[in-house]
């Protein structure tokens, strides 16, 4: 249900400054934010902000990080257009607009207690990692907690340092894979496809919530190789990406029927929109 109370706060930019900026692959930078009046952004997992430079316009841009990691946000950013080579050339110390959080977040109560498979390709590793952290910060709350990523090559592959870290962690299963390797890479992984992951792991479907963030070409051969585990529609969750403006469901630009996806979703159970046309 979207929020309609009248708020003029949901407008209008608040400022952000840039504590530290790490460069993740040689097209994307993870950018750590603090609100300049030092109160907390109040996000959870799986919403968005709208990030605004002054000349540059405004853009919407998951979050990155989990609440659980007090005092700072962050956001994972792709150089794709104006606004965010513009963000690619600012430095620490700089100050950037932000309104949020907005959206739909992962249903943490849902959640709780149940088997998790993590399923991301691609950039949505970045609001996928939101989540991630959620679970590493209170694995009490979760079952097994899986993780599975695939990227286009070693390197188009995010958080590299986090992922290996995962991998070694006994708290998570965690696989990887890439479309394609090349000797030069000294890569050592599974190359292939991130639905040739799904078929080895043992699922219990009636406890098992899966999570899925990506590019949209690889949503239908995922969520098929989940329902081929037994999976239903009601214990796949589903993170969607549109061409979002406003944030508040103002403008339109994010609808699927008649649902907006800025605030609907952007996180929605498989069975509110896998009959709706161009949810997928």
């Known amino acids: ?49 709208q990030l605004s430079l002054l000349g540059w316009g405004e853009a919407p841009l998951s979050i990155a990080s989990s609440p659980t990691r007090e005092g700072y946000f962050e ?82 592959t995010l958080f590299k340092e986090e992922l290996a870290r995962w991998e070694a962690s006994a708290e998570f299963a965690c696989h990887l894979t890439v479309d394609s390797a090349t000797g030069n890479d000294c890569f050592t992984g599974n190359v292939g496809l991130i639905t040739s992951l799904i078929p080895p792991l043992t699922i219990t479907p009636h406890r098992t919530t899966a999570v899925i963030i990506g590019p949209p070409v690889m949503y239908r051969a995922v969520i098929a190789e989940l329902k081929g585990k037994g999976l239903g529609s009601d214990r796949i969750v589903v993170s969607l990406e549109r061409q979002m403006r406003c944030g508040v469901g103002k403008c339109g630009h994010c609808t699927i029927e008649h649902l907006y996806c800025c605030q609907d979703g952007p996180v929605f159970r498989l069975d509110e929109i896998e009959q709706l046309r161009g949810a997928l």
């Open 1 to 49: 249900m979207r929020d309609t109370t009248p708020c003029n706060s949901l407008y209008i930019p608040f400022d952000c400054e840039i504590t530290a900026i790490t460069d993740l692959t040689p097209r994307e930078k993870l950018f750590r934010l603090i609100r300049s009046d030092g109160t907390p952004l109040g996000h959870l997992p799986g919403q968005f902000v």
């Open 75 to 156: 956001l994972g950013v792709r150089q794709a257009g104006q606004l965010t080579t513009a963000l690619h050339r600012m430095k620490v110390g700089e100050t950037v607009g932000v309104r949020g959080p907005f959206g739909r977040p992962f249903d943490l109560e849902a959640l709780n207690g149940e088997d998790v498979l993590l399923i991301s390709g691609g950039c949505g590793l970045a609001p996928l990692r939101s989540l991630i952290q959620y679970c590493e910060d209170r694995p009490q709350q979760f079952g097994r907690v899986t993780i599975l990523h695939g990227a286009k090559s070693p390197a188009d």
